[in-house]
């Protein structure tokens, strides 16, 4: 069996659900950005049913760039470029209470190069004006249990809490070791509040190569990519 060798990102897209108005130019400019961060999978949060759609068209199209979400309600979804992934399983969401634009949506995907399988998990947990911190972790603790325990997986998103990889213990944090890489001077992934990562990137059964945090203008906060492999 070939290795896989992959790219994953996170996006905010601030939709217009939460404040911004959706343009043209806004959307050109997001698709930009996603297109910088040269990931075949990107986990999209803040997103609804015209954005998404907008997104895939502006980055390759129908044909290539897919979308999966379980229902158009939901505002997280997992963009995947299907010359490289195809997707095995129906996706399946989680509604993170007490709102209903927060919460995971997942599914297994298969890389064709080397024909192994990630179930692959995009998250938007509740921020500080919706919940405490006990209530994200508690809304943590039912995304592990209904996403099981699957051989190789990546969980990924806006957790709105620098605490979150800790509520995954069967997961690695890339962003570890890249601080030790870089003695702590590493940008985070939320601009107001200086130190404390946001959107995260977490793995099992794959190891880790590169670890970004890339710019996420014109949202509201940054992106993160991750680069992977199957290897040991």
């Known amino acids: 069996m070939a290795d896989l060798s992959a790219r994953v990102a996170t996006f ?7 404040g911004p108005q959706w343009t043209d130019a806004r ?45 158009d309600t939901t505002c997280q979804a997992i963009l995947y470029d299907a010359q490289k992934w195809a997707r095995i399983t129906p996706p399946a969401t989680f509604t993170c209470s007490p709102t209903p634009y927060h919460g995971a949506v997942w599914a297994t995907f ?48 806006d957790f709105n809490s620098s605490r979150a990889p800790a509520w995954f213990p069967t997961f690695t944090d890339p962003r570890t070791s890249a601080v030790r890489r ?5 940008r985070t992934s939320d601009p107001d509040g200086p130190g404390r990562a946001i959107d995260h990137v977490l793995v099992r059964g794959l190891t880790p190569l590169t670890y970004e945090v890339r710019d996420g203008r014109p949202s509201d906060h940054q992106s993160v990519a ?3 492999t199957s290897r040991p």
């Open 226 to 228: 991750v680069g992977f």
């Open 182 to 186: 870089t003695g702590g001077q590493l």
């Open 12 to 18: 905010n897209a601030q939709g217009a659900k939460y």
């Open 110 to 157: 298969r890389h064709l190069a080397s024909g192994i399988d990630v179930l692959v998990c995009c998250v938007h947990l509740p921020a500080s004006n919706v919940t405490d911190e006990a209530g994200r972790r508690r809304n943590a603790a039912v995304i592990a249990k209904r996403i099981g325990n699957p051989r190789r997986a990546i969980i990924a998103g």
């Open 27 to 71: 959307a050109d400019a997001i698709a930009a950005r996603i297109r910088d961060a040269r990931s075949s999978l990107v986990c999209l949060t803040e997103a609804g049913e015209r954005e998404r759609y907008h997104l895939r068209d502006r980055l390759s199209g129908r044909a290539r760039t897919r979308v999966t979400v379980r229902s």
